[in-house]
């Protein structure tokens, strides 16, 4: 039966052992004592993060929490590679807040090296997008990196994220340059809760590199262009980095791809808009209506707009009655994985193809990977599980050529270690334009293919994935009790007409089966299997909102999955 993953009691051992003789830092005279991590902060498998505030300042408790964050990954990384000197990797999205937390954790990282005698090159990026840091982290030899982003969320959250480093070991099993795994991040957490430092009077932060920052750049843009590049002439792309850390990077990327951009808030730190495009305005319209209206506009082939560390893409297109389409994040999530197993056909590569998808995926993935011979294996949500499942069946002789997480569209090419909103763009345009990928994947979805976006979107498997928040009704392991208690009644009041069985299944981190999981925390899912198709509900916690409840319902028609999202929503009501 699958457990917690195990957690080393080294890094906790290592900060006691120096902590608890009262050793004072040299760093400005910093000493660590017991204290609880403020309540507001919120930790899931990319970070942590909490609600700052709108104006640049950090309150001190906050910038303490990110000095003694810092210094735990600073020991935690030496611990993974211990070396006479090291490197890390900095950057940050623009929120106003980020400079303050980014000089918190530079001075909490070299607190710890230099306590611990070991040289440091500390590399300052300024702001950039998470994929362009995560890239440079393997680029310039790292022993890992400190990001500072709330991703998504409003401008006044903020938090971090951290990298493995370059050189890895069994206490951190995430691939170099990727997110840290849950187990080692629930450690970093731990330990920063068990000391807090006093104030620093000795600056240790590192001035920003321009000079790094223009070659880390240079050489994300040339990595992507190498890989998923088409010949493309004349043709148009509207971006909307939306003030966010794709400023400055997303046009050179798609300029790079033969691509004339159109570029809407590109300064960073001025979105234009609210920071969620996966949202609707009070209005009733759509974020990205004013960018598919831009796209209508210049004849462009399709929008993208990013999030505001830019690992996230959204696409948007001009359907045949000239209306604005807004696909769903599971639509571009499985338009990248028919380019992706597309893209493995045409290059020979004789290795078994498979595709890892996080557990609340549509089973419009798992059609399309049939039809090109190619395994899916499931994980839990969370970017770090599909990520370090897919180097772990490239080690069993796969070949791995995609990772998404279809509830946000967030995607994983082979090669790359995090989503990418750039990756989701450069995936459409070959879609639209590179007419021999599109011929493979017409052929092995037996499917018409007509012009442009639209075209390769009506060429994949129909379904339908419809999602909703709720709140969470108390402890995890008595809500899965009652889910499994009343399914079944309510299968046969409700589902059996469509369904001929359903199974439960549970997902902790990388294991996905019929074991339930012993943990505070795992997904919980009910596939349903007809003649007619697959479908599936799937209900979680929230690992980025407090009290959040998670449901999404995944079928092939509208019906069934209005059914079964509604039957989810009534499995989660108290008395």
Not at 25 to 52: D, F, N
Not at 119 to 145: C, E, K, M, Y
Not at 232 to 257: M, Q, T, Y
Not at 442 to 459: R, Y
Request: hydrophobic share 40%; with cysteine; net charge negative.
């Amino acid at each position: 039966m699958p457990r917690e993953d195990p957690v080393t009691k080294t890094l906790l051992e290592l900060i006691a052992l120096k902590f608890s003789r009262s050793i004072r830092s040299e760093c400005g005279g910093a000493r660590l004592h017991v204290m609880g991590t403020p309540g507001r902060w919120l930790q899931s498998y990319s970070g942590v993060r909490a609600k700052i505030g709108p104006g640049s300042k950090v309150l001190l408790e906050d910038e303490l929490f990110a000095f003694r964050h810092a210094y735990c990954y600073a020991v935690s990384r030496l611990q993974a590679n211990p070396a006479p000197e090291a490197r890390i990797v900095l950057a940050r999205d623009p929120r106003p807040t980020g400079e303050q937390l980014l000089d918190a954790q530079a001075e909490g990282i070299a607190c710890a090296f230099r306590d611990l005698g070991v040289r440091l090159d500390l590399i300052n990026l300024g702001i950039v997008s998470t994929p362009v840091w995560q890239h440079a982290v393997r680029q310039f030899q790292a022993h890992g990196g400190a990001m500072i982003t709330a991703s998504h969320n409003p401008l006044d959250n903020n938090g971090w994220k951290y990298a493995t480093g370059i050189e890895t070991v069994a206490v951190d099993p995430a691939p170099p340059g990727a997110l840290l795994s849950a187990a080692e991040m629930g450690l970093l957490i731990r330990a920063a809760n068990a000391f807090s430092p006093t104030p620093r009077d000795e600056p240790s932060v590192p001035d920003e590199r321009p000079d790094a920052r223009e070659d880390a750049i240079h050489r994300y843009v040339e990595f992507i262009a190498e890989h998923y590049n088409t010949d493309v002439h004349n043709v148009k792309v509207v971006l909307d980095p939306n003030g966010g850390a794709a400023s400055g990077i997303a046009s050179r990327v798609f300029e790079r791809l033969g691509v004339t951009p159109v570029v809407l808030n590109d300064e960073p730190g001025q979105p234009g808009h609210v920071i969620d495009v996966e949202s609707t305005l009070p209005d009733g319209s759509h974020v990205l209506e004013p960018l598919a209206a831009r796209v209508r506009e210049e004849g462009a082939l399709f929008g993208l707009a990013y999030d505001f560390d830019a690992d996230r893409g959204n696409l948007t297109y001009v359907d045949r009655a000239g209306k604005a389409a807004i696909p769903s994040p599971q639509m571009a999530a499985a338009i990248n994985v028919a380019i992706a197993l597309s893209l493995h056909r045409r290059a020979g590569d004789t290795r078994p193809p498979a595709v890892v998808a996080s557990d609340a995926t549509s089973y419009r993935v798992h059609a399309i990977a049939d039809h090109f011979g190619a395994e899916v294996h499931e994980v839990e949500t969370g970017e770090i599980n599909v990520v370090t499942k897919m180097r772990d069946l490239d080690a069993l002789g796969y070949r791995t050529v995609v990772g998404v997480e279809g509830p946000n569209g967030g995607t994983i090419f082979a090669g790359t270690t995090c989503r990418d909103g750039s990756l989701v763009g450069a995936g459409a345009l070959l879609a639209c334009a590179d007419d021999g990928l599109r011929a493979i994947a017409a052929e092995a979805l037996k499917g018409q293919l007509g012009t442009g976006l639209i075209g390769f979107v009506d060429l994949l498997p129909t379904q339908r994935t419809l999602a909703a928040k709720g709140e969470a009704p108390g402890d995890w392991e008595d809500v899965v009790d009652r889910l499994e208690s009343r399914f079944p009644e309510l299968f046969v009041r409700f589902l059996a007409r469509d369904w001929g069985m359903f199974t439960f299944h549970y997902s902790y981190t990388r294991y996905v089966g019929r074991d339930r999981p012993r943990g505070k925390s795992y997904g919980w899912k009910v596939r349903l299997e007809s003649p007619k198709g697959r479908g599936f509900l799937w209900i979680r916690g929230s690992k980025t909102e407090r009290g959040v409840v998670r449901v999404v319902a995944d079928a092939p028609t509208l019906v069934q999955a209005e059914a079964l999202l509604s039957l989810g929503q009534n499995l989660l009501a108290t008395d």
